[in-house]
């Protein structure tokens, strides 16, 4: 099968995550740059990485990479590449443009350019003089960075933070692929309890339950390569197939979500039942605030995304929150605790300095996620 330089595009941050999941997965030579993870692998390793990465946002094939200062240059590496391996006759092919650093940066000339050169090198091959483009979707991008044009094939269509589950959503729902790094990141496995008491539309809970079950994320949704017919299209059932007997239906889970608005819990429930994973998961309606003092467990590990404050009339309502979270870890010493916010008040309000705080980004939003380890849980009796 042809081998392909794939790109593992992930979120800034979160290489380390997505390059541990790909050594997991049995890959070697990962090469790891800034917001990606490049390897070299077959169309068999695309449908693999697509199905089971948790924390990458979407699978490229790159292309083409080469120097070009004018847009002569741009046109004339374009043109070097045998754009009917890719496109096939009737294929969409649109092209994006990213600019950074570069003398060429207007984005509209560069996504013309290479468009250009591509249909002027499909059009030579077809002996066409116009191009049908009414079937499926092969979406270029050129990407400039130090006068570098990168040129990548994108596979995944839709980010592959949608798992298919979430069709509903509470208010400010973190996006799945952060909320699996952030459970890599903490010291949860599937032996211990994991609580978030402010689960919006459960998405903590329900990527635990995916990793407990070893269900891969990407098994219920599909991709955009797969409707492509010039590339093999068996790898993606196999690859399923494979992925399905790989479940884990027997560990035994304590995983629970709490929020206090009823509707917002009926929206986690119907996202967990898409999930394939509601009978793992307790979701009940309760206020934080109310909660404890003593929880009904120990070592358990809390992880959450409460209301950040940001609008001013829901700045003392987080705080109070953020209060509640120092009470908490105070009077349940051995449980583990996990919070993301962009409130830089959190800490002083908690009255607590985490034992490690790490920059993220929530979307656009500058977030930092404190973490506070607990003593390890006890070994089971055998
Ligand atoms: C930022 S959202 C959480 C988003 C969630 N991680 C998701 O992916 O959908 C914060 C959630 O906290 C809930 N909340 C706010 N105050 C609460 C309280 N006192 N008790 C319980 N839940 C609360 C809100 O209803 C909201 O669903």
């Known amino acids: 099968m042809e081998n392909y330089r794939i790109i593992v595009a992930t979120a800034f941050g979160m290489e380390a995550t997505c390059k541990r999941e790909m050594l997991a997965l049995g890959y070697e030579k990962l090469q790891v740059e800034n917001g990606r993870i490049e390897i070299d692998g077959s169309f068999a390793d ?12 979407r699978i490229k094939i790159k292309i083409a990479e080469f120097r070009a200062e004018t847009f002569t240059e741009l ?11 890719f496109v096939p006759k009737g294929g969409a092919f649109p092209v994006d443009a990213k600019s950074v650093k570069s003398k060429l940066f207007s984005l509209s000339d560069c996504q013309k350019i290479v468009k250009k050169a591509m249909a002027e090198s499909l059009k030579e091959v077809r002996n066409e003089d116009w191009l049908d483009e009414s ?59 994991l609580l978030d008491p402010m689960c919006g ?32 299209v068996d790898v993606w059932k196999k690859e399923r197939t494979e992925a399905k007997k790989q479940i884990d239906f027997d560990t035994e889970l304590q995983l629970y979500g709490y929020d206090y608005d009823p509707e917002t819990i009926e929206i986690a429930k119907i996202n967990a039942d898409d999930a394939g994973v509601l009978e793992d998961i307790v979701f009940e309606q309760k206020d934080f605030l109310a909660l404890g003092p003593k ?24 705080i109070q929150i953020y209060r509640k979270f120092g009470e908490l870890m105070s009077d349940n010493p051995t449980w583990s605790y996990y919070l993301l916010t962009s409130n830089e008040d ?17 979307g656009n939003i500058r977030v930092d996620y404190y ?12």
């Open 46 to 57: 695309i449908a693999k990485l697509s199905i089971w990465l948790r924390t990458a946002e």
């Open 75 to 85: 046109f004339d590496g374009t043109r070097t590449v045998n754009w009917s391996d």
């Open 135 to 193: 079937g499926s979707l092969y979406r270029f991008e050129v990407s400039m960075l130090n006068d570098i044009a990168t040129i990548t094939l994108d596979t995944s269509g839709p980010g592959l933070h949608k798992r298919g589950y979430r069709k509903l959503v509470g208010s400010a729902p973190i996006k799945e692929t952060m909320a699996a790094a952030m459970i890599d990141l903490s010291y949860w496995n599937k032996d211990r309890l």
């Open 201 to 232: 539309s459960g998405t903590f809970p329900i990527e635990a339950a995916l990793i407990a079950r070893n269900i891969a994320p990407g098994l219920n949704r599909t991709f955009t390569a797969e409707t492509w017919g010039n590339f093999p």
């Open 295 to 318: 929880l009904p467990w120990d070592y358990g590990v809390m992880i959450t995304n409460p209301p950040y404050g940001e609008r001013i009339d829901k700045r003392d309502e987080a």
């Open 346 to 362: 959190f800490e002083g309000a908690a009255g607590k300095k985490s034992d490690r705080k790490r920059k993220m980004f929530n």
């Open 371 to 382: 973490q506070y380890y607990g003593p390890r849980p006890p070994r089971k009796e055998q």
